[in-house]
């Protein structure tokens, strides 16, 4: 089946630049997108790239490959708040739905 | 206005009982899921309806069974609650997920409890 790949765990601390990559399954690709999620809370939306190159929103930037099946999400000059989980996600190969990666859990300490 | 919203929040349930989650979208979206979230914060998809039809099915047990009275609301209902059903369900909506900058909403969640 489809499936991302992404680290489970990263840890910062504040004003520094975090990097989370992800890989993708080539097959019917159409784009990749980046959500956040805190604990108790609903997934949120960050960027989408479907051309290679950088995204740039705010602290945030999203980079995508698609020569290498790749793509990461910067965060910079972190903060607190900036703890939560990120995910990546592609849509299906059929185009009818969002699979979504594991996770990464971010750790910003002071 | 919420987007997204489903209802309710948190629910408890012995096992064996059936129960629904309602989930309705005023974005007019084409596209509805449901996804599951474990313990271990995977955010599996469950299922996916596309002006009314279904399209995809994850290997979800039949217990589990999507209705959708219309193209603003999905709704999940949910036969003979197990202990391992225990856990976050979201409702979510978009555009055609292939389509350029295609950004997809969440409900709150439901958090699901079997005892």
């Known amino acids: 089946g489809q499936s991302l790949e992404q680290p489970s765990e990263v840890t910062a601390v504040e004003g520094a630049i975090v990097q989370i990559n992800c890989t993708y399954q080539?097959?019917?690709?159409?784009?990749l997108s980046w959500y956040q999620q805190h604990d108790g809370g609903a997934p949120t939306f960050l960027s989408y790239n479907a051309l290679d190159g950088l995204e740039e929103t705010g602290r945030f930037s999203s980079f995508l490959s698609r020569s290498d099946s790749y793509g990461y999400l910067l965060l910079q000059e972190l903060q607190m708040k900036d703890s939560a989980s990120y995910f990546c996600a592609e849509a299906n190969q059929a185009g009818t739905a969002l699979i979504f990666g594991k996770g990464t859990t971010l750790s910003v300490s002071s | 206005d919420t987007a997204v919203s489903q209802t309710p929040k948190y629910l408890v349930t012995q096992m064996g009982n059936d129960k629904s989650i309602k989930c309705e979208q005023n974005l007019g979206h084409d596209t509805m899921y449901w996804y599951k979230q474990d313990s271990k914060k995977f955010l599996k998809i469950m299922f996916s309806?596309?002006?009314?039809?279904?399209?995809i099915n994850e290997t979800v047990p039949n217990r589990f069974s999507p209705k959708s009275p219309d193209k603003a609301h999905l709704n999940l209902h949910i036969n003979s609650l197990e202990l391992g059903d225990s856990a976050v369900y979201f409702c979510?909506?978009?555009?055609?997920?292939?389509?350029?900058?295609?950004?997809?909403?969440f409900g709150q969640g439901t958090r699901l409890t079997v005892v």
């Open positions: 979510a909506s978009s555009q055609d997920p292939r389509r350029t900058n295609t950004e997809a909403f």
């Open positions: 309806y596309n002006n009314k039809e279904l399209i």
């Open positions: 080539t097959s019917g690709f159409y784009g």
